[in-house]
Nanobody
Framework: QVLLEESGGGLVPPGGSLRLSCVASGGSFSINAMDWYRQAPGKPREGGEMVAGITSGGSTNYADSVKGRFTVSTDNAKNTVYLQMNNLKREDTAVYYC???????????????WGQGTLVTVSP
């Protein structure tokens, strides 16, 4: 069973920085893309905003609301994706979810995996 585990959330004042991490584990797979989504606290994950994404080839894309402030990167050897968040604003407060588009090496089956989320609170 493939698991995604996020970490790095917390409380930070406006203008501050945080780095989120997401590790994929369990089974043998290849990663096609990994994305970060966010959703307001207390709301279901579905319908959340796609914040940033990165493909296995290194192509990135960002929501307009975070361009120039957030940076997505990967460590392929560790099956890990990072989200560096700088100049955080109150409106960045959300639960941040990691999503991975995977291919299982034994079966060739495609898998869309999600983490449980990590809370980021931006407040003085």
């Amino acid at each position: 069973q493939v698991l995604l585990e996020e970490s790095g959330g917390g409380l930070v004042p406006p203008g501050g920085s945080l780095r989120l991490s997401c590790v994929a584990s369990g089974g043998s797979f290849s990663i096609n893309a990994m994305d970060w989504y966010r959703q307001a606290p207390g709301k279901p994950r579905e319908g959340g905003e796609m914040v940033a994404g990165i493909t296995s080839g290194g192509s990135t894309n960002y929501a307009d609301s975070v361009k120039g402030r957030f940076t997505v990167s990967t460590d392929n050897a560790k099956n890990t994706v990072y989200l560096q968040m700088n100049n955080l604003k109150r409106e960045d407060t959300a639960v941040y979810y990691c999503n991975a588009d995977l291919t299982m090496k034994d079966s060739g089956r495609a898998l869309d995996a999600w983490g449980q989320g990590t809370l980021v609170t931006v407040s003085p």
